[in-house]
């Protein structure tokens, strides 16, 4: 049973122009996210997170948006650089002592 | 401040013989420890977690398991490596009150 889920594999955007990496869960004791970013043959590297008490959380190019009641939550991406060509990772937490629930990934490339 | 150590990089091993892979933590106390595995299009799968010395938590039954000799110390073993063993492993640890964690760089296993 997956409680994490990207569904979409892989995405191509053009340089420039905005990414937008979606994610859904299932488990609604789930109450917090973080989005991880991982390049080939590195580990994954926090990138944003965002508590259900926000809607949306903002650190310069990216923006994570939440909505508990679709259970769904989306991270944007803008302006795209080549550099954010990686694979990104959702993940989930009930804040408890409970590991952390990773979705299988996004791979964005950016094309310049 | 913080920082893991996992190691080696890279392995080749035989089928059949043994693995040790070790993670160290600096600069914090009782952090959570974790093995992660990346394999292709399984996203990060989830295979050991320790709250404690000696508190060992198995998520995936398999030819592996994992031990805490020390609060900073996480081990990742086999008594007999399988093909189906070749994959990314990573060791992540969070603690201080963060949500997320911190990982390693990663061992790329190959099993030949």
């Known amino acids: 049973d997956q409680q994490v889920k990207q569904n979409s594999p892989s995405l191509s955007v053009q340089e420039g122009r905005i990414s937008i990496l979606n994610c859904d869960y299932t488990n609604s004791m789930f109450d917090y996210f973080l989005w991880y970013k991982k390049y080939p043959a590195e580990g994954p590297t926090f990138l944003i997170s965002i508590s259900s008490i926000k809607d949306k959380n903002e650190d310069g190019r990216f923006t994570v948006f939440l909505n508990k009641s679709a259970k769904h939550l989306s991270l944007h991406i803008v302006p795209s650089q080549p550099g954010d060509s990686a694979v990104y990772f959702c993940a989930a937490t009930d804040s408890g002592n409970t590991p952390l629930v990773f979705g299988k990934g996004t791979r964005l490339s950016v094309i310049a | 401040s913080q920082t893991i150590h996992q190691w080696p990089a890279t392995l080749v091993q035989p089928v059949g013989s043994p693995l040790s892979l070790e993670c160290t933590v600096e600069?914090?106390?009782?952090?959570?420890l974790y093995w992660y595995r990346q394999a292709a299009g399984r996203g990060l799968q989830l295979l050991f977690y320790s709250v404690g010395i000696g508190q060992i938590s198995s998520e995936v039954p398999q030819n592996l398991s994992a031990s805490r000799p020390q609060d900073r110390q996480f081990i990742l073993s086999s008594k007999k490596l399988l093909l189906s063993d070749s994959s990314f492993y990573l060791c992540?640890?969070?603690?201080?009150?963060?949500?997320?964690?911190?990982f390693g760089s990663g061992t790329r296993l190959t099993v030949v």
């Open positions: 600069g914090t106390s009782n952090p959570n």
């Open positions: 992540a640890w969070s603690g201080g009150g963060s949500y997320g964690y911190t």
